[in-house]
Nanobody, 125 residues
Framework: QVQLVESGGGLVQAGGSLRLSCAAS????????MGWFRQAPGKEREFVAA????????YYADSVKGRFTISRDNAKNTVYLQMNSLKPEETAVYYC??????????????????WGQGTQVTVSS
């Protein structure tokens, strides 16, 4: 099993930037494909970005492409989400998640076995 802990959330003005981190326990972090999802109050959980085990592939939701960057440092057991040009409608709880199988439906939350507790991101206008 793996434990995931997100950090880096907070309050930021529209147009500003934040970098989220997700720290994983254990020494087998490199076997997991990783994803970021977000959920706003009263809304469904939404795919944001994903990255493969060796970081050879990255994927983004159309709404964030060009503004967000997902990356990972397997030596530090950490995955990151750099968020630039943030918009008020992107206020949400952001979650990281780990996948331990084939990485075909990376945009579906059901494909991820482990989840962090989430970190709040609030974007003010």
């Amino acid at each position: 099993q793996v434990q995931l802990v997100e950090s880096g959330g907070g309050l930021v003005q529209a147009g500003g930037s934040l970098r989220l981190s997700c720290a994983a326990s254990g020494r087998t972090f490199s076997i997991y494909n990783m994803g970021w999802f977000r959920q706003a109050p009263g809304k469904e959980r939404e795919f944001v970005a994903a990255i493969s085990r060796s970081a050879t592939s990255t994927y983004y939701a159309d709404s964030v492409k060009g503004r967000f960057t997902i990356s990972r440092d397997n030596a530090k057991n950490t995955v990151y989400l750099q968020m630039n040009s943030l918009k008020p409608e992107e206020t949400a709880v952001y979650y990281c998640a780990a996948n331990y199988q084939a990485f075909t439906y990376y945009y579906l939350s059901a494909e991820y076995r482990y989840w962090g507790q989430g970190t709040q991101v609030t974007v003010s206008s």
